[in-house]
């Protein structure tokens, strides 16, 4: 069983509607959890971190965290042309000395239509 | 502020060849990473720094793949053998400290092996 499952779509909704996207982890050490966004040809960069169980909101972007249910989502509002992406969840742990480890779910290619 | 530099963008080899790729991080970063991204998948860690000594490198293929951070700035990494299947994106990503929600991510070097 992989740490981190995402579903890697593809999907593809008109613009203007709401988007859900979602992983599920089996590792209860994970205590930081990402959204990171990847354009074609490009690296990833961070959309949205949370620590905790709960809702986070960013402009258009609400982060989701269930710890008990080990399940997360990031749901895109008024969704434009230029989301369309590779959405990445993230999950990070502990490693020794301190330092915190990436794992990252296989990515949801997301396309908005005009 | 400058991203994270990395070279080449692409290159194309055949299997059983060498090959490096270079990265220079952000200015004052000490942490840097190494990342293998095949092809519909998520980013897989291969190799962890902090200044120049190594953190974790549980992922790395060390038969094959090597790196090296030398005064704690860029790092190379190699791979010699190439297979097959070392065909992916390799990105390489800092951060200012061992916090995983700080790291940035350079544009990655896309490796096909024939």
């Known amino acids: 069983q992989k740490e981190v499952e995402q579903d890697p779509g593809p999907l593809s909704v008109p613009e203007g509607a709401i988007v859900s996207l979602n992983c599920t982890y089996s590792?209860?050490?994970?205590?930081?959890f990402m959204w990171y966004r990847q354009y074609s040809r490009k690296g990833p960069e961070l959309l949205m971190y949370?620590?905790?169980?709960g809702n986070k909101e960013d402009g258009r972007f609400t982060a989701q965290v269930d710890k008990s249910s080990k399940y997360i989502s990031l749901f895109i509002r008024d969704s434009q042309p230029s989301d369309s992406a590779t959405y990445l969840c993230a999950m990070s742990g502990t490693l020794g000395q301190g330092a915190q480890k990436l794992v990252f779910g296989q990515g949801t290619r997301l396309t908005i239509n005009p | 502020e400058a991203g994270v530099a990395q070279s080449p963008r692409y290159k194309i080899i055949e299997k059983r060849q060498s090959v490096a790729f270079w990265c220079n991080p952000i200015s004052g970063h000490a942490t840097l990473y190494w990342y293998q991204q095949i092809l519909g998948q998520g980013p897989k860690l291969l190799i962890q720094?902090?200044?120049?000594?190594?953190?974790?490198d549980s992922q790395l293929p060390k038969d094959r793949f090597s790196a090296e951070r030398l005064k704690g700035v860029d790092s190379t990494l190699k791979i010699q053998p190439a297979k097959l299947e070392d065909s992916a994106v390799y990105l390489c990503a800092s951060s200012l400290a061992r916090t995983v929600k700080t790291q940035y991510f350079g544009p990655g070097t896309r490796l096909l092996v024939l």
């Open positions: 949370t620590y905790s169980s």
């Open positions: 590792n209860s050490a994970f205590q930081y």
């Open positions: 720094f902090q200044n120049n000594g190594v953190v974790d």
